[in-house]
């Protein structure tokens, strides 16, 4: 059985950096799971899709796929180790599902990374830490993201909170979650 990480934080607080870290230290054949849609919708964005592109060490690539396990499954020759980044942009491609089905699917994730041969590092955000939003639609997504990341944090071996490059443990080993 694989190994499950998460690494949450803010923007810019060095999640990915640490992700692609923790990746080379598997060697060679590490697949990045790109959880983005292909064509960003502004060149802010698309600056940010070639910055992470360049970050990764000649990785293979799966992005945006729906049946991320089957994917993973089907490389020859297989992982070495996935890094998933992220998991809110992963959770922005599926808004249109009800609530029940994006945790269910996530849940089913999960379960997938947990039972699979390789370790995996998930990416997510921090994004609750705001002021409540005055808009339905962004209270969902900060809700769903909360969620997705405390059954990410539970699911995971160790959870880092990431904050200006330095790296907090919340577990590590077999340990629990603080309350």
């Not at 490389?75 to 998991?87: M, N, T, W, Y």
């Not at 944090?153 to 790296?167: F, Q, R, S």
């Amino acid at each position: 059985m694989g190994r499950l990480i998460y690494l949450t934080g803010p923007v810019r607080s060095g999640k990915s950096a640490r992700a692609v870290e923790i990746g080379c230290t598997w060697g060679e054949g590490v697949v990045f799971a790109a959880t983005y849609r292909r064509d960003p919708a502004d060149a802010e964005m698309a600056a940010r899709v070639r910055r992470h592109q360049a970050e990764r060490p000649g990785w293979r690539t799966v992005e945006n796929e729906r049946d991320l396990p089957g994917a993973l499954a089907r490389l020859d020759p297989p992982p070495r180790g996935v890094v998933l980044d992220c998991l809110t942009l992963w959770l922005a491609d599926r808004l249109e599902a009800d609530d029940k089905t994006i945790l269910a699917e996530w849940d089913a994730l999960l379960a997938a990374f947990r039972t699979a041969p390789w370790p995996v590092v998930i990416v997510g955000n921090e994004i609750g830490w705001a002021p409540v939003p005055v808009e339905p639609e962004l209270r969902r997504f900060r809700d769903l993201a909360g969620w997705l990341a405390q059954r990410t944090a539970a699911a995971a071996d160790e959870a880092w909170l990431m904050v200006a490059g330095c790296a907090v443990p919340l577990k590590t080993g077999g340990d629990t979650l603080s309350s």
